[in-house]
């Protein structure tokens, strides 16, 4: 075993990356704690906020070594759930602070699927910027955390239109959206929430036009990639039919 589970994730995470690495398993980190880190100092001190658990995707190849790896780092499994569910996700505990590490594996299938291994060259330790901006955009009931980390990332990085280091690809979000309505239209909303709800965090005039300006910019990204045939032929049904997955509840 290396080491004792720290109570503080962001410490945790690093210990728990850092273990991987050593180990040569493919790991990168994705929701709150992946926004922190990879914000680092340009994270807004308004929109920094505490974290419960750790969220990480491994590739298929490396599944079954991580989980093993987090099991020797101190980690409790839920060895019902893993049995059942280890080939695409798995769940582990900390009994004396309650904490959880939610695992993926091979796939990340929330209310939208998103091809987040394959984009592991794009980044280490956390996916990067624009995947995960995605991973929280993709939520069709987005919260206030959700808000937060996206204000966040919009506030902390710039729109690229590529794949420049420590900046969002605009290109590859509009890829994806223009290949999928249903994903397509979950961002249309959240885009509209991001901006209805810009007020509720502490930030200045200059800081929500620049949130503004991160949002149109992608969102004419999107605006001009070129749509399938499947994509029209989807959009003309609209929301007579559910355009997106009802993610399994997880106690």
Known sequence: MTGQIQPDLGRE??????????????????????????????????????????????????????????????????REFNALNGARRLLFYDPDTGHKIDGFVDRFEMCHKLPLTDRFSCSSETLSPADLLLTKLQVIQLNAKDRGDCYALLLGFPVSAGTEEHSIDADWIAELASSDWGL?????????????????????????QRIEAAITRIEAAIEAAPKSRSWKIRARVGERKRWYEEPEEIE
């Open 13 to 78: 995470a690093r210990r728990v990356l850092d273990e991987m690495e050593s180990r040569g398993l493919e790991v990168r980190l994705l929701g709150g704690i992946a926004v922190r880190m990879a914000l680092g100092d340009r994270c807004h001190p308004g929109l920094i906020r505490d974290h419960g658990d750790i969220d990480l995707i491994t590739t298929k190849a490396d599944g079954s070594a991580v989980e093993a790896a987090l099991v020797e780092l101190g980690w409790e499994p839920n």
């Open 184 to 208: 397509f239209h979950t961002l249309e909303l959240n885009f509209a929430r991001l901006r209805e709800g810009v007020d509720e965090p502490d930030l200045s005039p200059e800081e929500k």
